[in-house]
């Protein structure tokens, strides 16, 4: 059966985890898994991720599926709860909370449990999307102190907004604030995502949260992974299925985005966005084939795109590409980064669109 495939390299994985150890050495480490973790699967990235302090989930779902699958490690709903139901699944596997709003706050207060539950409180520094303001953070705090079900380790919170702009002034905004309000309390604090880690060692604190870079992307705008000493974990790739001469004048592809501007072959890939590649990729975008690169021509369609290979089918031996040749859409010696710029998109979105009809396969 020819179908795309995503490679998944836990060794890679493990690598990333370490290197996020040797750049905050002194900080304990949550490593970010939602979302399917981010697209390389939650189950075995998460026992693979085994040496972290914590792992990250955005939704009670996801802890559960990781429960039922036999992880132990400690769980952090990044969003919290949202109803009773999901603060009784919370007691019940252990997890622990982010609690962001005055609603969360109440439920959590009114809950009836012996099990002393942990809290991350989170601080709005400016990204306004979840948080506290500053007179509801100190007023939820103390609060928390006094909850008997409440953990007396209340890890204190914020999220950076454009860590990945390091000459951003939003950047100095939120550290000042945060730093403001943290002013004389006694409790653990995080503020570092992944960018925060790489570009702002002051910022490590107790909890780093690393995401993106344990996945082997760099967080930073205009930089890969192995800027950052980061493997790549996933490899994305598929097979040739067919190749055809193109004669030049002639178009390709839906819409006739594309014409030939000499005699040339194509060949013609099993993948689309059907299986995640991003439909919006322009000509150009770089695939390998061994070690040459070919540019997309062509609309990419529901489950096929083609590639210009031009005269490369006309050689002969080992080096005439053939049907049935594998294909690196990104992954290896082709970064993510650079496949998702030609796609007016980010890297995450091309890890987490990867869809179900994939394979995926775990090595090392």
Request: net charge negative; proline share 3%.
């Amino acid at each position: 059966m020819v179908s795309a495939a995503a490679e998944i390299s836990l060794k890679a994985l493990k690598h990333n985890l370490e290197q996020v150890r040797d750049l905050a050495p002194n900080s304990k480490i949550l490593a970010m898994i939602k979302a399917d973790a981010y697209g390389h699967g939650i189950d075995p990235v998460a026992k693979a991720l085994a040496n972290a302090d914590a792992l990250g989930v955005a939704r009670v779902g996801e802890a559960i599926e990781l429960r039922n699958a036999g992880v132990d490690a400690e769980l952090v709903l990044m969003e919290g709860c949202f109803d009773v139901q999901e603060y009784q699944q919370a007691i019940t596997h252990n997890l622990q909370l982010v609690i962001h709003n005055q609603q969360q706050l109440e439920q959590f207060l009114k809950l009836s449990t012996t099990r002393k539950l942990k809290v991350w409180l989170k601080l709005d520094t400016g990204m306004h999307r979840l948080g506290f303001d500053e007179v509801e953070f100190e007023n939820a705090l103390a609060l928390l102190q006094n909850a008997e079900h409440c953990d007396p380790d209340i890890v204190l919170i914020s999220h950076m907004a454009c860590a990945d702009e390091i000459d951003s002034e939003m950047n100095q905004k939120q550290i000042e604030q945060f730093s403001r309000v943290m002013a004389g309390k006694s409790f653990k604090q995080s503020m570092a995502n992944s960018a925060t880690i790489i570009s702002k060692p002051e910022l490590h604190l107790d909890w780093v949260r690393p995401g993106l870079m344990l996945y082997g992307c760099s967080p930073m705008a205009n930089a890969s992974g192995d800027h950052h000493g980061l493997l790549p974990v996933m490899k994305f790739t598929t097979k040739v299925i067919a190749i055809k001469a193109v004669k030049k004048g002639e178009f390709v592809g839906y819409g006739s985005r594309w014409q030939s501007q000499q005699d040339t072959h194509i060949a013609v890939l099993a993948v689309g966005y059907g299986d995640g590649y991003p439909r919006h990729a322009k000509d150009g975008t770089p695939v390998m084939i061994g070690d040459k690169r070919y540019p997309l021509v062509g609309s990419v369609s529901m489950d096929m795109i083609t590639i210009d290979i031009g005269e490369d089918q006309l050689q002969i031996g080992e080096d005439q590409l053939q049907i049935g040749d594998e294909a690196v859409l990104w992954g290896g010696n082709l970064p993510a980064e650079e496949v998702a710029q030609w796609a007016d998109t980010i890297s995450y979105t091309l890890f987490c669109g990867i869809t179900k009809r994939v394979i995926r396969k775990y090595i090392d």
